[in-house]
């Protein structure tokens, strides 16, 4: 098919496959760019979905992630400290509240949280939802269904739990836990009552077909919110010294991510900051939300630098899937 009939019949309620999916990936990268951004419209409008992270506990994870600054296998100078308390963890929601942002999350190092520390994070959700009109989000490694029904109750709406890659790729970047683990945490999550965003790390080595095959699982997990991170290499882990990846890399990802799943928000997340734009070319190529201010151990892009350029780009925020 032409592009524009690959944009008609997406259009129409197609759903490319993995075949068409491939085809899409070495179109002419304006063309494709063009017509993802043409679908966002249709399906998503001006949405854009904005939302900020806190490290709400930092390091020493028992994990082996390759790309992550936090694991305890790898010597990176990350900052390492418990859980933090209610008071700061609400004090940087209502900040964030305040300069507009929709979407609030706490993330968490380590493969799971304890029962003392879920019992924690209830704590400071509520303290967050208090205090604030903010959505509260939570990043809490593999939890089970009990779990998450205890932080649904105290005020949290989403969770968030990357697949990273591909089913195949995935061993490449992690043995200390299962593909199989994520979509089980992803489910139970689910059958809580809580959303997902769920999406991955591109630039680890993996292919085009890896990208799309992650993106595949998502799509028959019911995933509407899909964060990707551009692999920031961190001196001090095996992912060192891989290259960036380029504006036009991340620009063809993005909008093939779209023909996949129209209706998606996908979050540009870690690693927009090394982008010589910051990845403004991403949100006219499909993409239409986005992690502002800082990251876990990186520094990001402030929220004000972000609502002002998507002012420029007749983006509206508000909260899509």
Not at 46 to 72: H, L, P, V, W, Y
Not at 175 to 198: M, N, P
Request: hydrophobic share 35%.
């Amino acid at each position: 098919m032409t592009m524009q009939e690959y944009k008609n019949y997406v259009g129409q309620g197609g759903m490319i496959s993995r075949a068409q999916a491939l085809e899409l990936a070495v179109m002419s990268l304006e063309e494709l760019c063009t017509a993802a951004d043409e679908i966002r419209r249709q399906f998503c409008g001006n949405g854009f979905d904005i939302c900020t992270i806190i490290n709400a506990k930092s390091g020493k994870c028992s994990e082996n992630c390759k790309f992550c600054a936090q694991s305890a296998h790898y010597h990176t100078g990350a900052e390492e400290y418990p859980m933090l308390d209610a008071d700061t963890i609400a004090a940087q929601a209502k900040r964030d509240d305040e300069r507009g942002v929709l979407r609030f999350s706490l993330v968490t190092s380590g493969k799971r949280l304890t029962p003392a520390e879920v019992e924690q994070e209830c704590a400071s959700i509520r303290a967050v939802r208090e205090q604030t009109g903010i959505a509260v989000c939570i990043s809490n490694g593999l939890l089970d269904e009990a779990s998450y029904r205890k932080l649904k109750e105290a005020g949290a709406t989403r969770v968030h739990n990357n697949l990273e890659s591909s089913r195949q790729f995935f061993p490449s970047v992690c043995t200390t836990h299962t593909f199989d683990e994520k979509c089980a945490a992803i489910r139970a999550a689910q059958a809580a009552g809580l959303s997902v965003c769920s999406g991955g790390i591109v630039g680890m080595g993996e292919t085009m077909e890896d990208r799309i095959d992650m993106v595949l699982e998502l799509r028959e997990l019911g995933v509407h919110s899909i964060p990707v991170n551009m692999l920031n290499p961190i001196p001090g882990t095996p992912y060192e010294t891989l290259p960036k990846l380029t504006n036009d890399d991340m620009c063809r990802i993005v909008a093939v991510f779209r023909f996949l799943i129209p209706d998606a928000s996908i979050r540009l997340a870690g690693g927009r900051g090394l982008l010589p734009d910051k990845g403004r070319a991403c949100f006219c190529s499909g993409a239409n939300a986005a992690i502002s201010g800082d990251m876990l151990t990186t520094s990001g892009i402030t929220v004000e630098t972000d609502m002002a350029m998507l002012r420029e780009l007749g983006y509206e925020p508000r909260l899509c899937h």
